[in-house]
């Protein structure tokens, strides 16, 4: 049949299931979105393409397909890249589509020209720049296959511009699926696995890392499960809060820098640690590197085995999917149970390290007893988007995720500016919970124009803003290394967030006491609508779990 | 550390080398000799690396290379089980006096003579590491002009090849 090449994108888009493309026109993509209007997909405009990258990304998490974001040539693709970056770094599925500049041009450094394949190369699971528009379905339907299989992450198509609007007679069969370099993990090894039954039996001390692999295999109720039966302590990375209830006797909290003190104190204890689908990246591991090394067998599981011995040598390695891993171990270790010493040693552990929370009135809301009241409130059914910095870290130890799908964050990367946009997209998969996005008053400006968005789209966010009129990790970072030399912290300059929401049309309110935490989120949750709340903050309120913690000290200011 | 030889089949496709380097330098393993070229199959190329390291580091950079979706297959080469062999060309200064003695050394090497003016000569040989080198510091007295050097390039002995899966 014949077709334009841009004609056969949408087309492929919707046989591969597409609902919803964030994007951002310019003259190359221009074919794309034209083409959109006709089909059944709907195009959302954000107000910068790092919005429609993240908004994607947001939408994939919840929707747990491939989020799909379009941007023009040069500064629109460039754009993308942080949003790419995030995405490749928490393994989330995303399709990218960037106009190219036509064909005759490329290598001209024309108008709007840049190399985006070359430049997303480090952080894109595979780039293809077309040649042949006869490759456009191959081509869209691989791209999808390699973002949503295995371990998922972004992959982009550079479109020329030409080929976009050229003609192409296509066949009307579609090629099958046949890539050679790509194929897909088969069960995990038996002996491995058993290797790993006897190494639990024989250990005094074990505990188990649940990183976001468990959420990607979907393996969340067969982790329980097994955990029920062996009673191994718990304790997860960011990205696999709420694979366990953050209430459940077994969950000791968040390992690493900024999580809980007795996760961080239990893993310095153990002498076998099971990890299942975690990188160990270097945040996870900060307090707990040197026991791993030299004190605490490793068994390491993941679907990618480039990351089995990338940081740290395991004792046991196991490559697999991590529900298929649980499947096989689990009837080896039905009649298994942790000793009674080590859990009761775990449980002293976490009662000695838990921490009060201030929740009278002093003049500012204390984040870690508004997320609590959040939670008391909303609980599970509702999504929560976090910035990075304090914001994040406050949610991510007081707000007790029951399930890790509702719990959307820039792990890996750390990226201020993801959370409204990802709260957008999250919002687009589903109309169902409302959805949250928490913030500080320095990540809320990297991509507050989103607002527009927002309205433009009718897509609800709650909106939660700590104001501290500082950047708070940093702020805390200084005080701890840098000798409380507060520099290039302060917000100073930053508009009235409430007269700002109220330019957009969106309700929204002000508190500084505890005690019109419950008042103002029932306020916030009446109406399916926007909303935005501003919260004022201590600004010497630490994050503070973490092995480090000491109060910070006023040293006021210049 | 080792000299380690890694062979590699790539889908011939333009930019495939440039996600193979690329890897290399982004995580901090070095390339110490590198060649490419298609195989009978024109659709494939082999890419022949040879790196300095040891077993761990070998593991991760064929972990690495083997998520590269236009990599399609990898075999780590043991130096006793393979032919590798380089191709140097270099620029050899001479004089009369001196022209019979390089000829000699080209020689004993059995490099060849592909080109001759009257003050200099053009070698070309083939061979391992050992002996590229080896005759590199024998020519290297009468003064070297110019070398020109290709990475290794490898195949294993006997019965066993590094083929597509059917």
Same mark, same amino acid.
């Given at each position: ?68 974001? #379009? ?44 190399? +985006? ?18 490759? +456009? ?175 740290? %040598? ?19 270790? %039905? ?26 009135? #002093? ?142 049309? +969106? ?35 630490? #994050? ?15 | ?74 075999? #780590? ?90």
């Amino acid at each position: 049949m014949k077709m334009t090449g841009a004609q056969m994108v949408v087309s492929t888009l919707e046989k591969n299931g597409v609902k919803v493309v964030f994007g951002y026109p310019g003259a190359a993509n221009c074919p794309i979105i034209d083409k959109l209007s006709f089909s059944s997909i709907k195009h959302i405009l954000t107000r910068n393409e790092q919005g429609a990258a993240h908004m994607a990304s947001g939408y994939a998490r919840v929707t747990k397909t491939a989020g799909v974001c #379009t941007a023009t040539s040069g500064p629109g693709a460039t754009n993308l890249i942080t949003g790419i970056a995030t995405a490749y770094m928490d393994s989330v599925p995303m399709v990218v589509l960037t106009g190219q500049v036509g064909l005759p041009l490329v290598g001209k450094d024309a108008f709007q020209e840049v190399d +985006i394949t070359g430049a997303t190369l480090p952080f894109t699971k595979h780039n293809y720049l077309v040649k042949d528009g006869l490759d +456009i379905p191959r081509i869209v339907n691989e791209a999808f296959h390699i973002a949503n299989t295995g371990r998922p992450g972004p992959v982009l198509i550079d479109f020329p511009m030409d080929i976009l609007k050229q003609e192409f007679e296509y066949p009307d069969a579609e090629e099958e699926l046949n890539i050679k370099g790509y194929k897909l993990l088969g069960k995990a090894s038996e002996p491995q696995i058993k290797k790993v039954a006897e190494a639990i039996k024989a250990a005094q001390r074990p505990m188990i890392l649940a990183g976001g692999g468990v959420v990607i295999s979907d393996a969340v109720s067969e982790f329980r499960a097994f955990d029920d039966i062996t009673n191994i302590p718990v304790m997860s990375t960011m990205m696999g809060v709420g694979v366990m209830n953050s209430t459940d006797r077994n969950y000791y909290g968040m390992l690493g820098s900024h999580g809980s003190r007795a996760a961080n104190a239990l893993i310095n204890k153990a002498d076998l640690l099971v990890v299942m689908g975690s990188r160990l990246g270097d945040r996870t591991t900060a307090h707990a590197s040197r026991a791993l090394e030299y004190k605490c067998r490793l068994i390491h599981i993941d679907i990618d085995p480039a990351e089995i011995g990338k940081n740290i %040598q395991p004792y046991i390695p196991v490559v697999g999917d991590i529900k298929d891993v649980i499947s096989q171990l689990k009837p080896l270790l %039905q009649d298994y149970k942790v000793s009674e010493e080590w859990d009761k040693e775990a449980q002293e552990i976490k009662e000695r390290f838990a921490q009060k929370i201030v929740t009278e009135d #002093t003049g500012t809301v204390n984040p870690k007893y508004f997320l609590k009241r959040l939670c008391a409130k909303v609980g599970s059914n509702a999504y929560i988007a976090t910035e990075v910095g304090q914001n994040q870290i406050w949610t991510t130890n007081y707000y007790d995720f029951t399930s890790p799908r509702n719990f959307l964050t820039s792990g890996g990367f750390g990226t201020m500016g993801y959370g409204l946009p990802a709260a957008i997209g999250a919002s687009t998969a589903q109309k169902k919970l409302p959805v949250f996005s928490i913030m500080g008053d320095g990540s809320f400006q990297m991509n507050l124009p989103e607002m527009g968005t927002m309205c433009q789209w009718d897509i609800p966010v709650k909106m939660v803003v700590f104001k501290n009129n500082r950047l708070g990790m940093v702020h805390e970072h200084q005080f701890m290394l840098y000798n409380s030399n507060y520099q290039a912290v302060y917000l100073d300059g930053s508009p009235d967030f409430n007269k700002l929401a109220d330019a957009y049309g +969106i309700k929204n309110s002000y508190i500084k006491e505890n005690s019109q935490i419950d008042g103002a989120i029932d306020e916030m949750m009446k109406d399916n609508e926007s909303y935005l709340l501003v919260l004022e903050v201590d600004p010497y309120e630490t #994050t503070g779990d973490s092995l480090n913690e000491k109060p910070m000290t006023v040293k006021e200011d210049n | 550390m080792e000299r380690y030889t890694l062979s590699v089949l790539v889908e011939n496709r333009a930019g495939v080398l440039s996600r193979v380097v690329g890897l290399f330098s982004r995580r901090g393993f070095n390339i110490e000799s590198l060649s490419v070229g298609p195989t009978q199959d024109e659709r494939i190329s082999r890419i022949t690396i040879e790196v300095i390291g040891d077993e761990l580091l070998l593991e991760q950079i064929s972990k690495q290379l083997s998520k590269l979706i236009d990599v399609i297959k990898i075999k #780590t080469l043991r130096s006793s089980e393979i032919v590798k062999r380089g191709l140097v060309l270099v620029k050899v200064k001479v004089t009369p006096k001196t022209r019979s003695e390089v000829m000699e050394i080209t020689n004993v090497f059995r490099a060849n003579i592909v080109d001759i003016s009257t003050s200099t000569l053009v070698i070309e040989l083939t061979g391992g590491n050992g002996k590229l080198n080896a005759f590199l510091e024998m020519i290297e007295p009468y003064g070297i002009e110019e070398i020109a050097k290709t990475g290794m390039t490898a195949l294993e002995r006997g019965t066993n090849t590094l083929k597509l899966d059917k």
